[in-house]
């Protein structure tokens, strides 16, 4: 059996937005014209544009078309134990981080719930802007047990890997739970993600145990709605 007619379309199209044919941001022809251009039916050109809108290639806009953007990252850590850097790296897609805070604070009701402490002991509070390349993706803010890593504050995360040296500390991340809520961004949220205010967020909040189901992090994290989307693999 061949390949589908709006298969082949699909992929011809997704060719011209690599090699910049369909530029960033630029309307590519209507459905008519590509119909005359591939000399097949409306229908056949509707699928292959739609696809490639599911795949985040392209967008439809009112009273413009339809339009070259940026695809979404796919973020793949729903179902994997791996670090940004590892991800961003794995995609071709250079990471960054700034350290935007890192001290050590008094554990709240909430962060003393999660990592098994008291109200009040002493955690480390990490806040971290991730980037691909220069583009803000997700803002992370890290709890972690002080008695757990003693010198922790000693270490540049600019460079190093949070979970890399959990590992090197002797409590490395065996299982992590996560639950995910969408929520508008705030004033501050939007600045340092460089979206608009009210703009859909993602919104992690992660665990991570070490041996023994030991609580060793606890993170929130505000991933951008408009460049990340996310992979769930589940089995039976």
């Given at each position: 059996m061949g390949i589908p007619l709006h298969k082949k379309i699909q992929q011809d199209l997704l060719d011209?937005?690599?090699?910049?044919?369909?530029?960033?941001?630029?309307?590519?022809?209507?459905?008519?014209?590509?119909?005359?251009?591939?000399?097949?039916?409306?229908?056949?050109?509707?699928?292959?544009?739609?696809?490639?809108?599911?795949?985040?290639?392209?967008?439809?806009?009112?009273?413009?078309?339809?339009?070259?953007?940026?695809?979404?990252?796919?973020?793949?850590?729903?179902?994997?134990?791996?670090?940004?850097?590892?991800?961003?790296?794995?995609?071709?897609?250079?990471?960054?981080?700034?350290?935007?805070?890192?001290?050590?604070?008094?554990?709240?009701?909430?962060?003393?719930?999660?990592?098994?402490?008291?109200?009040?002991d002493a955690v480390y509070k990490l806040i971290r802007l991730r980037y691909a390349e220069e583009k803000p993706v997700v803002l992370v803010t890290s709890y972690i047990p002080c008695h757990l890593f003693p010198e922790l504050q000693k270490i540049d995360f600019t460079s190093e890997l949070l979970y890399t040296t959990f590992e090197r500390l002797n409590h490395p991340i065996r299982s992590v739970s996560r639950k995910l809520e969408v929520i508008k961004a705030d004033e501050t949220t939007s600045d340092l993600l460089d979206v608009e205010e009210d703009d859909p967020v993602f919104y992690f909040h992660t665990l991570g145990f070490s041996d023994e189901r030991l609580p060793v992090e606890y993170s929130i994290s505000k991933y951008r709605g408009d460049i990340n989307y996310f992979v769930f693999e589940l089995s039976r």
């Open positions: 011209k937005i690599k090699s910049g044919e369909y530029a960033e941001n630029e309307t590519i022809p209507t459905e008519m014209e590509l119909a005359d251009i591939y000399s097949v039916s409306r229908p056949t050109v509707r699928q292959a544009v739609q696809s490639l809108v599911n795949d985040g290639y392209l967008e439809k806009r009112k009273k413009r078309g339809t339009v070259v953007k940026k695809p979404k990252i796919q973020q793949e850590f729903t179902h994997v134990i791996e670090s940004f850097d590892s991800e961003m790296n794995r995609k071709g897609i250079l990471p960054k981080t700034k350290i935007l805070k890192f001290t050590c604070v008094k554990a709240n009701e909430e962060v003393a719930e999660k990592l098994n402490l008291k109200l009040g």
